[in-house]
């Protein structure tokens, strides 16, 4: 890694804040793709854990996004670097809470409202970059974004902490109660002594955790990868933790030396299986699970049939350049009655699967080049005239007009005859993860960006024409990958020290 039940009808009707609650809830018990909708919660990346980033805001439409501004009441007390998206709570009316993680492996509940710190807690020492042998962050502390399960009221997260007087490092995994911040009976749980004790063994030094952590039932999991620069010999790992006796462990890990689950929007689920992609592995004569799109059951026992993994007939050669399938998660979308996932792979291409059956070796539905650079971070999905739009990071290769950017949409249309074409490019400079807001799950869309590390600038796109309706101010201090999360209310945006709030 070298890093710089069917699915719920997508038509949406306007809920009031307490039938919403309940969906949530529902959703959340099922395992099922939720949107985040008005006065809902953000329990996971992207707002569900089809990873479609699709949030639902009945105020948001593109007329009031020209009035999007900072809101100068929210005033946040954070130290740290911050890549995990930020997560949103509420646990009754008027008690929004938002929850921050960062590399200081200390956990932040905020006042959605106005910022101010309502509970803290510090997990651990972070681990210095110095003292690994490869990496591009530094420190080292909770990188992937955590997940929230209403049911207990607890949040879940992977921590490198390090150990001791000699500061080894390790992955420990924490259920934290979101009323206070305690510890949760049974944890934390240090992943490589859990998984010794079964006889595997899983190198903490070696081992990253970027992705964000995905509930599914009564089980948390994890992906792991390896650190920038492909050092030592780590593997792609999905761990699950049940949340009731969260030492028992479950894992899969790829056969290949390497293979690393690194992508920010880590598991992605259709409501019964889970879905990882996977990086390049290193000196794999025959596959052995890199640069794939790998179907788990929620046992993690994976059945090594074609039905359940997709890997492009070339694997082997994007092995060897480094070209891997691993910085997206997968997208887990419907068009009409076809059930699909994408892939978005570091050699410019778009693979789309049928998720009834990925289709092994070289079993694409369709494959399309769309970037001539490597595609990272996140996509969004949304709906638009009978076909999917997908939004990503990076440079389009056919972008019309010749509009250049590191935005990039997509429009695919289903069938028999499915075909994907660019729909349209944004002017964004910088390598943030796109979202997207929609009224009621269909109009009004809007596409969000952030250059991250780039022009540090939050845009707003219409969704249909490309045409753009908001740009703010320079927001220092955002990280790569970063995303940001839409509310009933207020946008979102994690950066080092601090959370933006924008209101409409």
Avoid at 285 to 301: K, M, N, Q, Y
Wanted: hydrophobic share 40%; proline share 8%; charged share 20%.
């Amino acid at each position: 890694m070298r890093q710089p039940t069917p699915d719920p009808a997508r038509a949406k009707a306007q809920v009031t804040p307490r039938a919403l609650a309940t969906l949530c809830l529902l959703g959340a018990l099922a395992g099922a793709p939720l949107r985040a909708a008005p006065s809902g919660q953000v329990l996971t990346y992207h707002a569900d854990s089809a990873r479609r980033g699709d949030f639902v805001v009945p105020s948001l439409s593109w007329a009031r996004a020209r009035d999007l501004h900072p809101d100068t009441r929210f005033h946040p007390s954070i130290a740290g670097h911050i890549y995990a998206q930020p997560l949103y709570w509420s646990a009754g009316p008027g008690r929004p809470v938002l929850l921050i993680a960062t590399e200081e492996d200390t956990v932040y509940a905020l006042d959605a409202r106005t910022g101010r710190t309502i509970w803290r807690r510090t997990l651990g020492r972070p681990v210095p970059l110095d003292t690994l042998p490869c990496g591009n962050i530094d420190p080292i502390g909770i990188t992937g974004t955590p997940a929230i399960d209403p049911r207990r009221h607890a949040i879940y997260l992977d921590a490198l902490v390090r150990s001791g007087a000699s500061g080894a490092p390790r992955h420990e995994l924490f259920g934290l109660a979101l009323a206070n911040g305690a510890t949760l009976p049974g944890w934390p749980v240090d992943v490589g002594a859990a998984l010794a004790r079964q006889g595997r063994t899983f190198k903490a030094r070696v081992q990253g955790e970027r992705g964000a952590l995905l509930i599914l039932g009564d089980t948390v999991y994890v992906p792991y990868g390896g650190r920038d620069g492909d050092c030592g010999h780590y593997h792609g790992w999905v761990v699950g933790a049940p949340l009731k006796d969260p030492s028992r462990l479950r894992s899969w890990r790829t056969g290949a030396r390497a293979g690393g689950i690194w992508a920010p929007g880590g598991v992605s689920s259709d409501g019964h299986s889970l879905f990882v992609a996977t990086g390049n592995t290193m000196h794999a004569r025959r596959w052995s699970g890199g640069e794939a799109v790998i179907r788990l059951p929620p046992s993690l026992d994976f059945s090594g049939t074609p039905t359940d993994y997709f890997a492009p007939r070339d694997w082997k050669a994007l092995d060897e350049r480094d070209a891997d399938l691993g910085g997206v998660a997968p997208l887990v979308f419907d068009v009409d009655r076809s059930r699909y996932v994408l892939a978005l792979g570091k050699d410019g291409n778009a693979y789309l699967l049928d998720r009834v059956a990925l289709g092994g070796i070289g079993g694409a539905r369709l494959i399309e080049h769309v970037s001539d650079s490597p595609i990272r971070t996140a996509p969004a999905e949304y709906p638009l005239a009978a076909g999917a739009m997908i939004a990503f990071q990076g440079p389009g290769s056919a972008c019309p007009g010749g509009s250049a950017g590191d935005l990039t949409v997509l429009r695919v249309w289903a069938g028999a005859r499915a075909r994907i074409s660019t729909a349209w490019c944004g002017a964004v400079r910088g390598r943030g993860a796109p979202i997207v807001t929609t009224t009621d799950g269909r109009h009004d869309p809007i596409v969000w960006m952030l250059g991250a590390e780039g022009d540090e600038r939050l845009y707003g796109f219409r969704g249909d024409t490309g045409q753009r309706l908001f740009v703010s101010a320079p927001l220092p201090g955002l990280r790569h990958f970063q995303t940001l999360i839409a509310t009933a209310h207020r946008l979102y945006v994690a950066a080092d020290n601090t959370v933006f709030a924008f209101s409409f």
